[in-house]
């Protein structure tokens, strides 16, 4: 028996582009998540020797991957490498509020928010796993123009 229904290339939930992290102790990051974001689980797919071959998480309505590292497969995280150049962006209601409980459940305040030139009040912070954060909350609605002036400010000050 054939199935008639149509698959969706894009399953329901998901945006066209999804952050995938590896971690030393993607279990441990999702806990960490879930006091620092506020995440949802939404999967976790654990391999024989207990490590995570898969997870997933919802931050907002987003969804974030997670996969422990797998050094035989080439699969490391920020730590091992010794950082990373990938910034995750993260948009929500209280900024301040939100950078607080990241700290709180153990990210380090890499950039202290503060009201930003292109009309986003934001902040920096590096969770425990060696991934960066951006957080900001949107406050201003600027044209490019407003933008270019308060960036050419900043820069002389």
């Not at 399953?11 to 999804?18: I, V």
């Not at 995570?52 to 797998?70: C, Y």
């Not at 934001?122 to 308060?150: C, M, N």
Request: with cysteine; charged share 20%.
């Amino acid at each position: 028996m054939t199935s008639t229904s149509t698959v969706k290339p894009i399953p329901d939930g998901m945006h066209s582009l999804t952050p995938h992290l590896v971690c030393a102790g993607a279990a441990e990051a999702i806990e960490f998540y879930k006091k620092a974001f506020n995440a949802t689980e939404m999967a976790r797919l654990p391999g024989p020797d207990g490590k995570l071959m898969h997870a997933a998480v919802r931050i907002g309505d987003s969804v974030l991957m997670l996969v422990d590292e797998f050094p035989q497969w080439g699969t490391l995280g920020p730590l091992a490498l010794k950082g990373s150049p990938v910034v995750l962006h993260l948009y929500v209601e209280d900024v301040d509020a939100q950078v607080k409980q990241a700290v709180a459940a153990g990210a380090k305040l890499t950039m202290p928010v503060t009201d930003m030139f292109w009309g986003d009040r934001y902040g920096q912070v590096e969770d425990p796993f060696g991934h960066k954060w951006s957080v900001a909350t949107h406050t201003r609605d600027l044209t490019p123009e407003e933008i270019k002036a308060g960036m050419a400010q900043q820069q002389s000050c």
